[in-house]
């Protein structure tokens, strides 16, 4: 049974900095892909970072150079560290989990998907 649970949200001031953690268990530790999703008031959910189990990272255009995503040594919490963040990083945040591919980490396809985490830049 796969388990994403977020955690690390708040609210910040622009310029300041957020860190997110997704504690994950039940997913095969072989071949996988996890990635952090945003979804605005109004707006679709879109792919912010991706990091798969190659180590190959891929990040959105709005957030590159800002946020960087990885993991830690036990590969059982995924985190996102967000600096220099902005008014229209305001979301709610999303831990997902997904296949690897061949053509490197994606936005594509998740199977697993946490309840969420807001994160409010004023």
């Known amino acids: 049974h796969v388990q994403l649970v977020e955690s690390g949200g708040g609210s910040v001031q622009a310029g300041g900095s957020l860190r997110l953690s997704c504690a994950t268990s039940g997913y095969s530790d072989s071949g996988y892909c996890m990635g952090w999703f945003r979804q605005a008031p109004g707006k679709q959910r879109v792919g912010v970072a991706a990091?798969?189990?190659?180590?190959?990272?891929k990040y959105a255009d709005s957030v590159k150079g800002r946020f960087t995503i990885s993991q830690d040594n036990d590969k059982n919490t995924l985190n996102l560290q967000m600096d220099n963040q902005k008014p229209e990083d305001t979301a709610m945040y999303y831990c997902?989990?997904?296949?690897?591919?061949?053509?490197?980490?994606?936005?594509?396809?998740?199977?697993?998907w946490g309840q969420g985490t807001q994160v409010t830049v004023s």
């Open positions: 990091l798969d189990s190659d180590g190959r990272t």
């Open positions: 997902a989990a997904g296949d690897r591919r061949l053509y490197g980490p994606h936005f594509d396809d998740y199977n697993f």
